[in-house]
């Protein structure tokens, strides 16, 4: 018998207790073989989540969307209506749009002044969780896959990866919202249910799931490199401008003033649109591809959609609106990063230092 149980494997005493410096009272696992690094790891996972205050990150992010999309709302409209050609007007006939003022004119014209931020509360519905994702995931993405402990500078490949993944993360969450908002943005018949719920209501209604992700494939093409540049390219331009010295807050040498951090956004949101900007085309018109005003045998895909665009006008259509997007585009990535990285510190401090916080 003592052979036998000495032939026989030896059984592992694995324990589950609570660990009372977790939060919430986590459950941490406690195993006696040395060798199986994997579940020791977990409580301290356990605990740098807890220490990053992934709430904050939260918080910074949807205030940072909401916040940056409200500022550029009629530029983020006027540009979708470019992308689609004008498609929809009150009489039915499509009608394009030639220039920027143009646009506005006829934007006030059908609308009135609150018509430049048709469709804002549905873009900032869908905008609050998907900027609050985006920058949380980023981070996390960050510390996943390349260790990033906010001690360590990752290089600008590592920033696109982590952005694109972060990116292709919130896109897919929200996409929903996004196909709503755009859908309203362009139509002037009153063909689209005005609120959030019967607007989804209608798409899963008439189209199924897959009617409420279309689209999805372009947008997925080009927000992943549009995020993941954004970022790389303003962690670059940030941390040269405190190489050189530029642009520091006089209050804290260490960090760059609000101002100087919209213009690196700015110029990193001009950078990642330059190259996503095609595919952004092709998923608006994708989008609203089944309104009435498209007629039958509209395109319903990427490539078909994208070789009517480029049949009709040549490859520079695939570019309509870029001009407004660049002045839409700069700035809200610009507020954007901007807000986030002030609303995040306030509530770090908040969170490290509640009377200090308040006496500030």
Same mark, same amino acid.
């Given at each position: ?206 189209? &199924?799931?897959?009617?409420?992700? =279309? #689209?999805? !494939? $372009? ?5 992943? *490199?549009?995020? %993941? +540049?954004? /970022? ?81 006008? &040549?490859?520079?259509?695939?570019? =309509? #609106?870029? !001009? $407004? ?5 700069? *700035?809200?990535? %610009? +507020?954007? /990063? ?23």
């Amino acid at each position: 018998m003592e052979e036998d149980r000495q032939a026989s494997p030896q059984r592992r005493d694995t324990r589950v207790s609570f660990d009372p410096s977790l939060s919430g009272g986590d459950m941490a696992v406690d195993d006696d073989d040395d060798d199986d690094e994997g579940l020791d790891e977990v409580p301290e996972l356990i605990r740098t989540v807890r220490k990053e205050r992934w709430w904050a990150t939260l918080i910074a992010g949807g205030v940072a969307g909401a916040v940056s999309r409200t500022c550029v709302a009629p530029l983020e409209r006027m540009k979708i209506l470019f992308q689609v050609r004008g498609l929809s007007t009150k009489d039915g006939a499509p009608r394009r749009h030639l220039g920027v003022l143009e646009s506005l004119v006829n934007m006030y014209q059908k609308d009135g002044l609150l018509g430049f931020w048709k469709g804002n509360g549905l873009n900032c519905i869908r905008v609050v969780p998907s900027s609050a994702i985006q920058f949380s995931a980023y981070a996390l993405y960050k510390r996943l896959f390349f260790g990033d402990d906010g001690t360590v500078h990752l290089s600008s490949w590592q920033h696109v990866v982590a952005g694109g993944l972060a990116g292709a993360t919130s896109t897919t969450l929200t996409y929903p919202l996004d196909l709503i908002r755009a859908r309203r943005t362009v139509d002037f018949k009153g063909d689209v249910p005005t609120g959030l719920i019967s607007g989804l209501a209608h798409v899963f209604r008439h189209e &199924g799931i897959a009617g409420a992700f =279309r #689209g999805i !494939v $372009p947008s997925l093409c080009g927000i992943v *490199p549009y995020i %993941g +540049i954004d /970022f790389a390219v303003y962690d670059l331009l940030k941390r040269s401008c405190r190489h050189r010295a530029w642009g520091l807050d006089p209050a804290n040498p260490h960090d760059l003033r609000p101002q100087t951090k919209v213009l690196c956004g700015a110029v990193a949101g001009v950078c990642g649109m330059t190259v996503a900007f095609p595919f952004d085309t092709a998923r608006r018109n994708l989008q609203v591809a089944t309104l009435k005003v498209r007629g039958e045998g509209y395109p319903t895909n990427m490539l078909q959609i994208m070789g009517s665009i480029v049949r009709e006008g &040549g490859v520079l259509a695939l570019y =309509r #609106g870029l !001009v $407004p997007n660049y002045l839409k585009a700069g *700035p809200s990535v %610009g +507020i954007s /990063f901007a807000t986030f990285e002030y609303v995040k510190a306030r509530l770090d401090d908040l969170a490290a230092d509640p009377q200090g916080a308040q006496r500030r």
